[in-house]
């Protein structure tokens, strides 16, 4: 993809389309946001097969192997597909991520909420037919449409530890995301955020269900994922740059956290995507 930023609307013509046509898994060298409205879609994704019904919310992040497939519900298909650059969009990766950490798809109430939603998008898309698009508009309407989807989302509490929590865990991912190919320890997170481990993983547990360690090592796996399928390091190259010192070691986590080890994955992942 050319542009910085990019939307655009999908429709029940546009699924009856696509009934008969093969699509294949492939990779993105962009981030992509997907609001379904109306409709379904078969998603393809982090190595599983899951169909969500509207209204949803997915996210796929640059390089990662994926096969979406839009579908009519109902006689309806209704979506919005957001197309990004991470330079465009630095600031809310690190949001992104955390909102969709362990989970590519989301289902939202659909209500309000999600007329709202679809209301930011069709502003999004009548600025980028402008004849000078305000990519400081559009930034702050997507900024917007991201504050209501993690307000919205499930896990969300309305309290005031719920939101300390929330914030402490924003903080935690920022230095996550600076440190997590580093061989480094738990404590070395909580005492960046001034705090105990215990007091890490209760706030983990409170926003994500999961321990800052799981946290830790997903981040690491989704690296290692990337790396395997778009990159000809060797195992131990990758182990070795995600902060795995031992490939016996990575290779172990990696199969008790999806099934498979890291050779199996390769190959599977770029004939699927071959």
């Not at 542009?3 to 609307?9: D, M, P, S, V």
């Not at 989302?153 to 865990?169: C, L, V």
């Not at 903080?171 to 955020?193: G, W």
Request: proline share 3%.
């Amino acid at each position: 993809m050319d542009q910085l930023f990019k939307i655009f609307r999908y429709t029940t013509k546009d699924a009856k389309a696509l009934e008969d046509k093969q699509i294949e898994a492939h990779v993105h060298d962009f981030e992509e946001l997907i609001i379904g409205a109306k409709g379904k879609i078969s998603h393809f994704i982090d190595f599983e097969d899951e169909t969500v019904y509207a209204p949803f919310v997915s996210f796929v992040t640059k390089g990662k192997p994926h096969l979406l497939l839009p579908q009519i519900h109902q006689g309806e298909c209704d979506l919005w597909v957001i197309r990004f650059r991470s330079e465009f969009m630095s600031e809310v990766i690190f949001k992104m991520y955390g909102y969709f950490h362990n989970r590519a798809n989301v289902t939202l109430p659909g209500d309000q909420c999600f007329d709202r939603l679809m209301v930011l998008c069709q502003m999004m898309h009548d600025e980028t037919q402008r004849p000078n698009p305000g990519l400081i508009v559009i930034k702050q309407l997507f900024m917007t449409l991201l504050t209501i989807i993690n307000h919205e989302r499930p896990t969300n509490i309305q309290s005031d530890s719920a939101n300390s929590a929330s914030e402490t865990y924003t903080h935690f991912l920022h230095i996550l995301e600076d440190n997590f190919r580093r061989n480094v320890k738990i404590s070395f997170y909580a005492e960046k955020l001034f705090m105990s481990e215990r007091n890490l993983n209760i706030v983990c547990q409170e926003v994500m269900q999961q321990s800052a360690g799981e946290i830790i090592e997903t981040r690491k796996l989704n690296e290692a994922k990337n790396l395997l399928v778009n990159s000809n390091k060797t195992i131990a190259e990758i182990g070795f740059e995600i902060g795995y010192n031992e490939k016996a070691y990575f290779s172990k986590v990696f199969k008790r956290k999806t099934g498979y080890t890291p050779t199996i994955f390769r190959k599977e992942m770029k004939q699927l995507i071959s």
